[in-house]
C-alpha cells in the first residue's frame, strides 16, 4: 500500500533551520511529483514547494529563498530544508504526492509533521 | 498567482440534503481544479479532480460542476460521515497551487 511517512518537526527559534523528511513506501517514487503543503493549527492549507521527476523545483512566495525541495531518489525519500524561519511558518507539514492529470491533483498526503517556530 | 475563493466559509444542513460549496477562480484556469475533503486531525482526501472527475473510491454522491471561473461541489444526500471541511485548489498551469479558504459542514 502506498505511504507517505514525515519525519523532522520540531520546536526551532526564528532565524533557525530544520530539514523535513519523507519516507515514501508502497509506489514507484521517481514516476510521480513530489510536494509539501503546510497547515497552521486550525487554518487552511498552504502549497509550499514541488519538485518534479527530473528534480526541477517550485516555490510558493512565501518561502522562496529560504526553502529548498528535493529527492533523494536512491532513498525513496523527499526533504525540505527550511532556512531563516519565522514564526508565519508554524504549521502541519505534509509530503504529498501529485498526478499528472488536469489540475495536477495531490492524491496520497502523508500524516504530517507539526514545525513550531518560536522563542 | 491565482486567487480562489470559495463560499460559504460553513453551511450547517439536514442528513439527506443536497449541499452545495462554491469556489471563484480570480483568472481563468480551465479545469485545472480540485476539491478536498478534510476531517478532524487527518490529512486532506481527493475527492474531484480536472473539476469533475471522481477519484476513485470517493461515493458517487460528491459531483462537480464548473461554469467558466466558477466551480461547485455538490452533495446529493448528505451523510453524517461528510461532515468535515471541504477544499478547492486552483492550479495556475505553471507549477503553482492555489487552496481556497475552506467551507465547514456540519450536520443540524
Known amino acids: 500500500e502506498a505511504e507517505l511517512v514525515e519525519s523532522g518537526g520540531g520546536v526551532v527559534q526564528p532565524g533557525g533551520s530544520l530539514r523535513l523528511s519523507c519516507a515514501v513506501s508502497?509506489?514507484?517514487?521517481?514516476?510521480?511529483?513530489m510536494h509539501w503543503v503546510r497547515q497552521p493549527i486550525g487554518k487552511g492549507l498552504e502549497w509550499v514547494a514541488n519538485?518534479?521527476?527530473?528534480?526541477?523545483?517550485f516555490y510558493s512566495d512565501s518561502v522562496k529563498g529560504r526553502f529548498v525541495i528535493y529527492r533523494e531518489s536512491a532513498k525513496n525519500s523527499l526533504h525540505l530544508q527550511m532556512d531563516s524561519l519565522r514564526a508565519g511558518d508554524t504549521a502541519v507539514y505534509y509530503c504529498?504526492?501529485?498526478?499528472?492529470?488536469?489540475?495536477?491533483?495531490?492524491?496520497?498526503w502523508g500524516r504530517g509533521t507539526l514545525v513550531a517556530v518560536s522563542s | 498567482d491565482i486567487q480562489m475563493t470559495q463560499s460559504p466559509s460553513s453551511l450547517s444542513a439536514s442528513v439527506g440534503d443536497r449541499v452545495t460549496v462554491t469556489c471563484r477562480a480570480s483568472?481563468?484556469?480551465?479545469?485545472?481544479l480540485a476539491w478536498y475533503q478534510q476531517k478532524p486531525g487527518k490529512p486532506p482526501r481527493l475527492l474531484i479532480y480536472a473539476a469533475t472527475a471522481l477519484q476513485r473510491g470517493v461515493p458517487s454522491r460528491f459531483r462537480g460542476g464548473e461554469s467558466g471561473t466558477d466551480f461547485t461541489l455538490t452533495i446529493t444526500g448528505l451523510q453524517p460521515e461528510d461532515v468535515a471541511i471541504y477544499y478547492c485548489?486552483?492550479?495556475?498551469?505553471?507549477?503553482?497551487?492555489?487552496f481556497g479558504e475552506g467551507t465547514k459542514v456540519d450536520i443540524k
Open positions: 485548489q486552483g492550479y495556475n498551469g505553471a507549477r503553482s497551487w492555489t
Open positions: 519538485v518534479g521527476i527530473f528534480g526541477d523545483t
Open positions: 508502497g509506489f514507484n517514487f521517481g514516476d510521480y511529483d
Open positions: 504529498v504526492r501529485g498526478v499528472s492529470v488536469a489540475a495536477e491533483p495531490f492524491d496520497l
Open positions: 483568472q481563468a484556469i480551465r479545469n485545472h
